[in-house]
């Protein structure tokens, strides 16, 4: 505003307010060119004499009744009477809507006394194929008025849905799978099909060795990951002389079909329930699509030579004078980092892999020094039990007993920490045990390791579709808790001990199902996997059979197959789509693990919806009114139809089961349109050990989870009653984004707000 000064010294503002109802505080400095200043306070409210504010939804749904309500105020110090008005046009054409809406009075009486404000409310039922909608309400007395108009957007009461199941089929033979709401689709007759697409993943096996160049291109500097990017590099090396196959498959995904090496975070974008760009995940998808075109200079043998000289020359830089090696250079020495160093060289060496290992070697002479030292310490402090680190020892260890057999000086200690293992064993992480079983085997032992393994395989689970796995492995800080790294622990020890190939093809299984939900955490992780399936058994990467797909008798034909994995797809527009496609079989010609997904996209009335349950990722939406009772806030269920009072508190919530980790996905719930939320504010949460991201949104609020380990969780959410009338409370979705053939939702309740 501009100061306008009189010849008394007195100055002026003027300026033109911001339509609020509000107070506003004012503060004026003042000074003089002999800096003499002085300082002005206020405080004014800002009103009409007579103000409409309109209490607006946020949007409106077909088929909702809703009772819009709109406050006057009179803030005269006399009472007024006039007309109140309150009109509905279609905001493309600007014609009146106010008689399909059923507002038939749009006008009624005013009589306001001072300084009072009331409400007037106007019933209105939204019509199917009613469109965006501007609103205008005005108040008048014939001398002071006022208005306020707004858009309001309309939804569809029919939505668009997603039902997917996953079709699992393991080794040759014939498998059928149903999906019964298809199959039924034929007795709803307000049920639109929009599509049918049916995915095939013949040799899954694949997308572990995509992760490769993840390996080679992880950019810190820290002990741990420069022998990473060594051991893809040297692991690369090994596969292009050993199997030109996977040379050749990669050529191909470079030049003839690079849409292979997206992540698949951007991939079937159609079938998912919200754009990556509307995620906090946009750079991680971009990042491994960029990760996985790197395939391109991969195998490039000149780079391949160059690459490993260079970690093998950072390496040895990094070591310290005594054969130890620091987690980042410069630091103390790492027992843990040199460990894990020294036992990548070895698996290196099991595979075949031809380095130079004398670095290796090196910290092995380390080695001896320090388990010496620790033998020291537990005599003194009379430890009797073995921890995790001295397990790892004894696994690094064994693979260079020929090579560097142990010093007489550190025999003692070795052969301390030996019975202490064979002791102390069913006390540590499963990690552990079969770092201990691994190395006594290869110490002489024959009995404890077989004795270990024997338990191990005794607390396992086998099932079909995930394989082997152990219900123990969850989510942990600690690095002997990790459960890629444990389940490839268990693959070489059921190898080398037990010799049992078919439980050790079991627990491949359930890497590879763990890759079809997520992006292996780690370069640690990945690079133990990547060991673990090379390891021995059927050659994953052998095979090019097809698995076949019929859906509804009708034999799919695969158009376009993807070379390496076999993946193929086919999609039916919603007019090709028929029920009897609810029956899907799979025909797999070869051993191995194979997977497929049939993703059935549908409109229904939000009212007709059912919950679908037929996955693994299933969720429960349910609805409860929050009053205050004599011990405090109560929770009462609410059941469909059950009445509601504006003002209410409705809390929404959300039961959420999983059967295995998953990442990226993306949790909506959906609120009615006479409600509103009660949290607005978007931000990071943590619960019971999850943290996810809440985005409040007019419509639903949105849960984005990078990360969700298997069990069952809870989310709840509030929203007050704010416009009487009966609509939808609107239904809760779920979806893994990485996978999305993992995804769920919940049925609608209808609200009664009297």
Not at 104 to 109: I, L
Not at 228 to 234: P, V
Not at 715 to 733: D, H, M, P, W
Request: glycine fraction near 6%.
């Amino acid at each position: 505003p501009h100061l306008l000064a009189d010849d008394k010294g007195t100055v002026r503002l003027e300026f033109t307010m911001p339509e609020a109802l509000t107070t506003w505080k004012f503060l004026g400095f003042a000074h003089d060119r002999q800096l003499r200043s002085g300082l002005l306070t206020g405080e004014t409210v800002t009103a009409k004499d007579l103000m409409v504010q309109p209490n607006t939804p946020r949007f409106l749904r077909e088929g909702d009744v809703v009772e819009f309500t709109v406050k006057v105020t009179n803030k005269a110090t006399a009472p007024v009477k006039g007309k109140v008005r309150l009109e509905f046009t279609d905001a493309a054409s600007l014609e009146s809507a106010d008689a399909a809406l059923g507002n038939q009075t749009p006008e009624q009486d005013l009589d306001l006394p001072a300084s009072e404000s009331r409400t007037y409310s106007w019933r209105i039922t939204v019509p199917d194929g009613q469109s965006f909608l501007q609103y205008r309400a005005v108040a008048s007395t014939g001398t002071v008025s006022d208005g306020e108009e707004g858009w309001l957007p309309v939804l569809s009461r029919r939505i668009l849905l997603t039902e997917s199941i996953t079709l699992p089929i393991r080794d040759a033979g014939e498998k059928t799978f149903t999906l019964p709401k298809l199959l039924e689709s034929a007795q709803s007759d307000t049920l639109q099909h929009q599509s049918l697409t049916a995915q095939v993943v013949s040799q899954p096996a694949w997308y572990a060795v995509q992760s490769l160049p993840y390996l080679m291109e992880y950019p810190h500097e820290c002990a741990e990951q420069v022998f990473n990017r060594l051991y893809a590099n040297a692991l690369a090396r090994h596969i292009a002389q050993s199997n030109p196959k996977i040379r050749r498959i990669f050529d191909l995904w470079k030049e003839a079909q690079p849409e292979a090496l997206d992540s698949p975070l951007l991939k079937k974008e159609e079938l998912k329930s919200v754009l990556i760009e509307e995620t906090p995940w946009l750079r991680d998808a971009k990042d491994e699509t960029q990760a996985r075109k790197n395939v391109g200079i991969l195998f490039d043998a000149n780079r391949l030579d160059a690459e490993t000289s260079a970690a093998l020359a950072k390496l040895e830089a990094m070591q310290i004078d005594n054969g130890a090696w620091p987690w980042f250079p410069g630091g103390r020495e790492n027992e843990f980092i040199t460990l894990y160093l020294v036992s990548g060289f070895g698996r290196l060496g099991h595979l075949g892999v031809q380095i130079d290992d004398d670095l290796a070697l090196r910290a092995v002479d380390r080695l001896d020094t320090w388990i010496t030292e620790r033998h020291q310490r537990y005599l003194t402090h009379k430890i009797e039990h073995i921890g995790t680190t001295e397990a790892l020892y004894l696994y690094a260890r064994s693979f260079f007993l020929e090579r560097r057999p142990v010093a007489g000086e550190h025999q003692p200690a070795v052969d301390f920490f030996r019975t202490l293992a064979k002791k102390d064993w069913p006390k540590l992480p499963r990690l552990s045990q079969a770092h201990i079983a691994l190395g006594l085997k290869r110490f002489g032992d024959k009995e404890t390791p077989a004795a270990i393994v024997t338990s191990i395989l005794e607390r396992s689970v086998n099932e079909e579709e995930l394989g082997r796995y152990w219900r123990d492995t969850e989510q942990h800080w600690w690095w002997y808790r990790a459960p890629i790294e444990t389940q490839a622990m268990m693959i070489e020890a059921l190898r080398e001990i037990k010799q049992d190939q078919t439980a050790a093809d079991d627990c491949r299984v359930w890497l590879l199902k763990q890759r079809q939900t997520q992006a292996w955490p780690s370069t640690k992780s990945t690079a133990d996997a990547i060991y673990a399936l090379l390891l021995g058994g059927d050659d994953l990467l052998g095979s090019d059979a097809l698995v076949s797909l019929t859906l509804g008798g009708t034999e799919v034909k695969p158009e376009k197959v993807e070379a390496g994995t076999g993946f193929y797809e086919q999609r039916f527009a919603g007019s090709e789509v028929r029920a009897e496609m609810g029956t899907i079989t799979l025909t797999k010609p070869d051993k191995g693990v194979s997977w497929g997904s049939l993703h059935w996209q549908y409109l229904e009335d939000i009212a007709k919806v059912t919950p679908h349950g037929d996955n693994p990722l299933t969720l429960k939406k349910s609805l409860f009114l929050k009053s205050n009772g004599k011990a405090g806030p109560e929770l009462k269920p609410l059941v469909d139809g059950g009445a509601l009072k504006p003002g209410d508190e409705l809390v929404t919530r959300v039961e959420l089961r999983t059967d295995r980790d998953l990442e990226y996905v993306h949790l909506k719930d959906q609120r009615g349109s006479g409600t509103e939320p009660v949290n607005v504010l978007s931000g990071y949460r943590f619960q019971d050990g999850l943290a996810y991201y809440e985005s409040t949104r007019d419509t639903a609020s949105h849960f984005f989870i990078e990360y969700l380990p298997k069990g069952t969780y809870v989310f709840e959410t509030s929203a007050r009653v704010q416009l009487r009338g009966e609509y939808q409370s609107g239904v809760a979705e779920i979806q893994c984004m990485y996978a999305p053939e993992f995804n769920s939702h919940s049925g609608s309740v209808g609200l009664k707000v009297e």
